[in-house]
């Protein structure tokens, strides 16, 4: 069985660009969820959804933060601009409904210059 | 708001040798308790879960781990070290509200193991 996909694995810029991350989740599973983890933490959530709609993004910084799922399967996660402290780990996991067992993807490693 | 600490930054352990990574969370109603481990550059990868009943929990790799309410805690153990398990390990506190309530992460602990 194919795992939770990621891409880029890793990506560099300079504060104040835009960035963009994609994750397919596994085949069937409903919930997807973006996780961040800063370097020397766990992760933390960032959004997460339901097929296409948004189950819960209060822990999403809204002005420069954006995600989408339009087709209830796979997802993007945007940053702009990117600022210093956005320098993570970018995690997707997906599940078949609840959060029993997330099955995470390797994650995007980004480094904001 | 439910919090999860994990008092121990880095272990170091020898090959062969017992281990125990600590665990405790901070709510007021019976949590969902899990455990993951992250090896270097990949994914976090479930250990094992505990959501009621028998409060020794058996995992894969080897690994279990206890559920002690008056403790509030949610150890791991495994009684005898590989050097594959050379990772990051994570403890995780949810709770059923609806079904799908986000799990809250500790910090994590980094397992070394020598030889």
């Not at chain 1, 189950?55 to 989408?68: G, N």
């Not at chain 2, 600590?22 to 270097?40: E, I, K, M």
């Not at chain 2, 009621?52 to 690994?63: A, C, E, H, W």
């Not at chain 2, 403790?71 to 506190?93: G, I, T």
Request: positive net charge.
């Amino acid at each position: 069985e194919a795992g939770v996909a990621q891409s880029p694995r890793y990506k560099i810029i300079e504060k104040r660009q835009s960035v963009a991350f994609w994750c397919n989740p596994i085949s069937g599973h409903a919930t997807l969820y973006w996780y961040q983890q800063i370097l020397g933490q766990g992760p933390k959530l960032l959004i997460q959804f339901q097929n296409n709609g948004v189950v819960d993004d209060s822990q999403l910084p809204k002005d420069r933060f954006s995600a989408e799922r339009l087709k209830g399967v796979d997802s993007t996660l945007k940053i702009q601009p990117a600022k210093l402290e956005d320098s993570a780990v970018y995690l997707c996991a997906s599940s078949l409904g609840g959060n029993e067992k997330l099955f995470f993807g390797s994650g995007t490693q980004l480094s904001v210059l | 708001a439910q919090s999860v600490t994990q008092p121990d930054i880095h272990i170091t352990v020898s090959e062969g040798a017992s281990l125990e990574l600590r665990c405790n969370y901070s709510y007021g109603a019976t949590p969902y308790l899990f455990w993951y481990v992250q090896s270097p550059g990949q994914g976090l990868q479930l250990l094992l879960k505990y959501f009621s009943g028998d409060t020794l929990v058996q995992g894969i790799k080897g690994f279990e781990a206890e559920f002690k309410r008056s403790q509030s805690s949610f150890n791991l153990r495994k009684p005898s070290v590989h050097w594959s398990d050379a990772a990051e390990y994570f403890c995780a506190v949810g709770f059923y509200t609806s079904g799908n309530t986000p799990l809250v992460f500790g910090k994590g602990t980094r397992l070394s193991v020598i030889a």
